[in-house]
């Protein structure tokens, strides 16, 4: 296939278009800068929003993974809605002008406050900004695909272990501390129980989601099961064999954090094992 992938400069983006590539199809990878996007994809800097048909703009592709946002960690920053607009109008356009598949990244953040496994129909009541932008972007979209009949997949993440220092995950932010040699670093209880995936398997999956186009609408990508954020974190420190030390309770918890939730993994296993059969 040809595919775009938007935010492809991203820390997501970066390991889609890789996938992509390895996977065999033809990756149009567009963000403001592209400098850390694999060389071997046709790289297009630029501002995802001007130009007036996205679609014949960016060569006509098979299919359109959407990643771009702003301040996705800055989860009450006005962006998210001041966007929000920007994000639909893209959208609409490649629908209308037939784009056949498209699939976008979506966020467990969507979900709000809630205890124990989301499924793809778990209602959804957004506790910050972010969330409830991501939330009416997927409502919004998979209207107009229902009326257009593209196919429409919305890949909600969780919580990505990576050990880059350029992301703005935890994982990343304890890389880069343990590289400027911090000796220590400020953490909550960590006692909340989240799901958390690798970055590489996080990759895979959503590359197999739009590899394919039996399994649609909401998909969660994600390990299935719970685990406390002072265990992962103290395993990635272990693995890594960082020195860093937690700081435990310098940061009160968010009040919106979820004690324990995750992700109902059934679809995405079947995907994977579409995948590797």
């Not at 501002?47 to 946002?69: I, V």
């Not at 590289?179 to 129980?193: A, I, L, S, V, Y």
């Not at 693995?239 to 919106?256: C, M, T, W």
């Amino acid at each position: 296939m040809k595919v775009l992938v938007t935010g492809a400069n991203g820390y997501i983006g970066q390991g889609l278009v890789k996938q992509l590539l390895e996977d065999g199809h033809e990756v149009v990878a567009t963000d403001f800068r592209t400098e850390n996007i694999d060389p071997r994809a046709e790289k297009m800097a630029q501002d995802l929003f001007t130009p007036e048909d996205p679609y014949a703009f960016f060569g006509k592709p098979d299919a359109c993974f959407h990643l771009a946002w702003r301040n996705g960690f800055v989860h009450n920053d006005a962006s998210h809605i001041e966007d929000l607009p920007k994000h639909f109008a893209f959208l609409e356009k490649l629908i209308t002008a037939g784009i056949p598949q498209l699939a976008v990244m979506g966020s467990m953040h969507e979900i709000g406050f809630f205890e124990g496994s989301i499924k793809p129909d778990t209602p959804c009541n957004p506790q910050s900004l972010y969330g409830i932008s991501k939330n009416a972007l997927r409502q919004a979209v998979e209207l107009l695909c229902k009326n257009r009949d593209t196919i429409f997949q919305w890949v909600r993440g969780y919580y990505i272990v990576g050990h880059s220092e350029y992301g703005s995950s935890i994982f990343s932010k304890i890389t880069a501390a343990e590289k400027r040699g911090d000796r220590e670093f400020p953490f909550t209880m960590g006692q909340n129980q989240w799901d958390f995936i690798d970055y590489d398997r996080f990759c895979e999956m959503l590359a197999a989601v739009i590899e394919q186009k039996e399994y649609r609408g909401i998909i969660n990508a994600c390990s299935g099961y719970p685990e406390k954020l002072a265990t992962r974190v103290e395993n990635f420190i272990k693995e890594n064999g960082y020195s860093i030390v937690l700081k435990y309770g310098a940061f009160p918890d968010r009040p919106y954090d979820s004690k324990a939730v995750w992700g109902d993994d059934s679809v995405i296993r079947k995907v994977m094992e579409k995948r590797e059969a």
